[in-house]
């Protein structure tokens, strides 16, 4: 279970199948509701707001799972803590998501 310690998202539990070290949080306009985008494949819809987050802890665990072709280890496990400072408008193309996340692979 991916759970969003503080930011927009403060509070909540979200299941995903991967909990990479950077994570994109989406909350529809107007709604009330998130996902998150922890897939290589996953972009936002144009009414989605993005949110930045970063793992402060967590790992992977399960078996494996093929989604579309791409094959993923088992159920993501992560806390996460926004990082307000990043623009999530700013990293809505997989090229640009992939580019930032790379620049801080250091």
Not at 40 to 62: A, I, K, N, W
Not at 65 to 93: A, S, W
Request: net charge positive; charged share 30%.
């Amino acid at each position: 279970m991916i759970q969003l310690l503080d930011g927009p998202a403060a509070g909540r539990k979200i299941s995903g199948l991967r909990a990479p070290v950077y994570l994109r949080v989406v909350k529809a306009r107007g709604s009330s509701v998130f996902d998150v985008l922890d897939l290589l494949t996953d972009d936002p819809r144009e009414d989605e707001e993005v949110f930045v987050y970063r793992q402060v802890s967590g790992h992977q665990f399960g078996g494996r799972v093929n989604i579309g072709g791409q094959c993923y280890d088992g159920i993501g496990d992560g806390e996460y803590r926004h990082m307000p400072r990043v623009n999530g408008d700013k990293l809505r193309t997989r090229a640009a998501w992939r580019a930032w996340v790379e620049a801080r692979k250091t």
